[in-house]
């Protein structure tokens, strides 16, 4: 649901899907894994809700990773248990790149209309 990416320069920047944005979170590894220590990653990690669909029976296996049925971005998509899944991981970034992408430049509070085709 979300992702750390490390730039050539040393740089880790944060990837939430669910909101479509990306922000630098540290200028080195080292600077990174001190963060990992703080409450920064309860909000990175969200371990409340990942420890909820592990006792509801939903593990990712290697390759998989949880997504949102309704993504946050949208008001009916809330960070609870009944709102995610199991999928690949190619699928979920596929998904919600593609997502972001289309709604990228509508105004905050927009209707949309979502349609999952094959």
């Not at 600077?31 to 990992?36: A, D, I």
């Not at 309860?42 to 990942?50: G, Q, R, T, Y």
């Not at 049925?69 to 899944?85: C, D, L």
Request: hydrophobic share 40%; net charge negative; glycine share 10%.
């Amino acid at each position: 649901m979300s992702a750390s990416v490390a730039k050539a320069e040393g740089a880790i920047f944060w990837l939430n899907t669910g909101a479509g944005e990306i922000s630098a979170v540290a200028s080195s590894l080292d600077e990174f894994r001190v963060r990992l220590g703080g409450d920064q990653v309860d909000e990175w990690f969200l371990p409340d809700l990942v420890g909820q669909a592990h006792q509801a029976g939903l593990r990712p296996e290697n390759g998989q990773c949880f997504t949102y049925v309704t993504y946050p971005i949208f008001a009916e998509g809330k960070y609870e248990v009944s709102n995610i899944r199991v999928v690949s991981s190619r699928e979920h970034f596929s998904l919600s790149g593609n997502l972001h992408k289309q709604i990228a430049q509508l105004p905050d509070g927009s209707k949309v209309r979502v349609t999952v085709g094959p």
